[in-house]
């Protein structure tokens, strides 16, 4: 074999095979209750193409709705294209309200090996909602017992 037929069979095979080492790894998880044990054990690597990692965060009621029942975060993460990311995000920005009583649902796009480790809002926001509508109902029954004597 001459150099030259080697060189034409092999640097084909060898630049396709040479973006494995450019590729983005993203931690992976669907619709899990906490940001623990899969959302941070599950690490995938992202096909070619994929050039962030999307996270997704949903506030509501459980998979199926009974009355009164409670409201819980769903947490989901995965490989995606940026431009993928950016029509997500923009189509769930008008239901990215954060308000504790309502469903919402909010995205977030990193570009960067497992740059999706954390959550957005980090799961604080609701609980502290809560805890200052408690503290404002508590004050207008006390005002209001108070004003009643």
């Known amino acids: 074999m001459s150099p030259s037929y080697i060189y034409h069979i092999f640097l084909p095979l060898i630049l396709s ?32 193409g994929q050039d962030a990692c999307l996270s997704e965060i949903s506030w509501g009621s459980t998979p199926y709705w009974s009355p009164q029942a409670l409201k819980q975060f769903y947490i989901s993460k995965r490989c995606a294209k940026k431009s993928e990311c950016e029509r997500i995000r923009s189509k769930l920005m008008s239901s990215c309200t954060h308000v504790w009583y309502e469903d919402w649902k909010c995205s977030e796009c990193c570009q960067g090996d497992k740059c ?8 604080s926001l609701p609980h502290s909602s809560i805890a200052i509508l408690t503290a404002g109902v508590a004050a207008v029954f006390v005002i209001g017992k108070m004003i009643l004597q």
């Open 116 to 123: 999706n480790f954390y959550v957005i809002l980090s799961g």
């Open 17 to 48: 095979t040479a973006h494995l080492g450019n590729t983005l790894d993203c931690y992976t998880c669907e619709r899990q209750e906490n940001n623990h044990e899969k959302c941070l054990k599950n690490i995938e690597t992202c096909e070619q």
